[in-house]
């Protein structure tokens, strides 16, 4: 098999302390299942093996830290149960652990949502994917900030490069990587991501 040319998400770089096995019970994962279903859809998290490339969470309660997340190595081709996704309660940046309930690791990315709802109050939802088309899309409008580096997925480093940009921007691009959508509502962030693959098709 031929070695794919950019890195994909495999796994988690950081390490999980379960604080117990609980589904997150919340009305609005239904929402979450339905922006994977379309992120699939149009290929935002594209397949790597039985796997989907893209992680999308929301803020449980304004100003907390705690957010719903998809949980690692989870195939978004077919209709999701609520133990594919996973609570984080908190994470120790400077020691890579992430304290979680749920009976997966939450996504590979994980370190990285928990910086964005840090870093900007007024974001309760976070969409990261992937699209070819807008990556290609830097240099011209709609004038999309980007990190200034690549860095290797999963790491503080990638989400450093991404605080350093993101100032109140609701969409970063990340060099030779992907997306990150913001939004007020899981609405608001699935159809920006939307939009702006829509306006970076344009000639
Ligand atoms: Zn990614």
Known sequence: MEKPAREIHGGVKFRTEFLSAAAPADARLEELKA??????KRNFAPPYGEFSQGNLSFRIRPGGDAF????????????????????????????????????????????LHFAIYRARKDV????????????????????????????????????QSVIEVLGDADFV????????????TMEEAGKRAIETHRLCLQE
């Not at 409008?141 to 503080?156: A, F, L, N, Q, W």
């Not at 691009?173 to 007020?184: A, C, P, T, Y």
């Open 35 to 40: 922006w994977c279903a379309e992120f699939h």
């Open 68 to 111: 719903v997340i998809s949980g690692s190595q989870v195939g978004w081709k077919d209709r999701l149960t609520d133990d594919k996704f996973v609570t984080v309660q908190n994470c120790d940046l400077q020691n890579g652990i992430v304290y979680a309930n749920g009976t997966r690791d939450p996504s590979s990315e994980s370190m």
């Open 124 to 159: 309760q939802a976070v969409f990261h994917g992937h699209s070819p088309e807008i990556l290609r899309c830097v240099d011209r409008p709609p004038d999309i900030p980007e990190t200034r580096e690549k860095h290797s997925y999963g790491s503080i480093e990638l989400v």
């Open 173 to 184: 691009i990340m060099k030779r990587h992907g997306f990150v959508s913001l939004g007020k």
